[in-house]
């Protein structure tokens, strides 16, 4: 157990670093995919079986990662502290909720559906909250094709890595 968290731990280090300081500067449309959140996605369909049969699976473990991870990327943002912890927080629920009480069956469309999904939730709740703490907010003309395109990013990103994730399940086991 103790090597599985510090493998998680790990990833997560790495995506932090990847999000804060290289990514940014790949991108085309002045926006990049949110590493952060696709990972807090994984980690949370890991075992989808589980979420719905068992309840609050590990919810509190991953409400504390995803609340964490926020707070490592505010650290690190120039926005005001906490306004990317609450955005990953109002996002884990909202998607928890959703899987729990909307979908009954998780497939390739329901995960397909709730990446988009949570990728558009964190963006309105950063800017909702932007709003709210810096009492202003400048929406520029080309917001909507920055979410769209970050949606776009997370969606191919999450299925490469769930994709990899899955081969390399299946290596470890042979």
Do not use: H
Not at 3 to 29: E, G, V
Not at 123 to 139: A, S
Not at 158 to 166: D, K
């Amino acid at each position: 157990m103790a090597i599985k968290s510090f493998f998680f731990i790990l990833i997560f280090l790495l995506a932090w670093i990847l999000q804060s300081s290289f990514l940014p500067l790949l991108s085309p449309f002045q926006t990049a995919p949110n590493l952060v959140l696709v990972l807090i996605l994984i980690w949370r369909f890991l075992k989808p079986e589980q979420i719905i049969s068992e309840g609050d699976w590990p919810l509190s473990k991953f409400f504390l990662g995803a609340g964490l991870a926020g707070v490592i990327l505010d650290l690190f943002s120039g926005l005001p502290f906490g306004l990317i912890s609450l955005s990953f927080l109002g996002t884990v629920y909202l998607i928890d909720w959703l899987t729990k009480n909307v979908f009954g069956r998780l497939n390739f469309w329901t995960f397909s559906i709730l990446v988009l999904i949570a990728t558009l939730s964190y963006d309105l709740f950063l800017i909702g909250l932007t709003k709210i703490m810096l009492k202003e907010l400048i929406i520029a003309p080309y917001l909507f094709i920055t979410i769209f395109s970050e949606m776009i990013y997370n969606f191919i990103l999450f299925w490469l890595i769930r994709g990899l994730s899955s081969v390399l399940k299946q290596r470890t086991v042979l």
